[in-house]
Nanobody, 120 residues
Framework: VQLQAFGGGLVQAGGSLRLSCGVS????????MGWFRQAPGKERELVAT????????SYADSVKGRFTISRDNAKSTVYLQMNGLKFEDTAVYYC??????????????WGQGTQVTVSS
C-alpha cells in the first residue's frame, strides 16, 4: 500500500489548512487511518485517528475542537481539516494506515509527510 500526503504550507496563526492523503495499492476500507506530526527536536505524536467506516474518531487533546479528521472511502482519501492554527502546530504531518483486516495493531504504513508552518 502507498500513501501520499499533500496540502501543507505556510499559514498565519488563526488560519486554516486541509491536508489530504491518498491511499493506493489495496482496498482503502480495510485500513484505520491516522495523522501524526513531528516538530523539530520533538517526538512524533498522534494527532487524530479514524476507523475504517469513519464512524469513530479520536484526537489529541492539543487539537480537539480545532482539527477534524474525515475520510472518503470512495476516493481512498483521508483528510485533516485544521482550523485555528497555532504556532505550536508547526510540524511535518504524516498520514498512516493500520491494516485492521489483517489484525494489525500498529500503524505500519506511512506517507512521506507534508510540512505545515504556522507563522505567529
Amino acid at each position: 500500500v502507498q500513501l501520499q500526503a499533500f496540502g501543507g504550507g505556510l499559514v498565519q496563526a488563526g488560519g486554516s489548512l486541509r491536508l489530504s492523503c491518498g491511499v493506493s495499492g489495496r482496498t482503502f476500507s480495510r485500513y484505520a487511518m491516522g495523522w501524526f506530526r513531528q516538530a523539530p527536536g520533538k517526538e512524533r505524536e498522534l494527532v487524530a485517528t479514524i476507523t475504517r467506516s469513519g464512524g469513530s474518531t479520536s484526537y489529541a487533546d492539543s487539537v480537539k475542537g480545532r482539527f477534524t479528521i474525515s475520510r472518503d472511502n470512495a476516493k481512498s482519501t483521508v483528510y485533516l481539516q485544521m482550523n485555528g492554527l497555532k504556532f505550536e502546530d508547526t510540524a511535518v504531518y504524516y498520514c498512516a494506515a493500520r491494516d485492521v483486516a489483517d489484525g494489525g495493531a500498529d500503524f505500519r504504513f506511512w506517507g512521506q509527510g507534508t510540512q505545515v508552518t504556522v507563522s505567529s
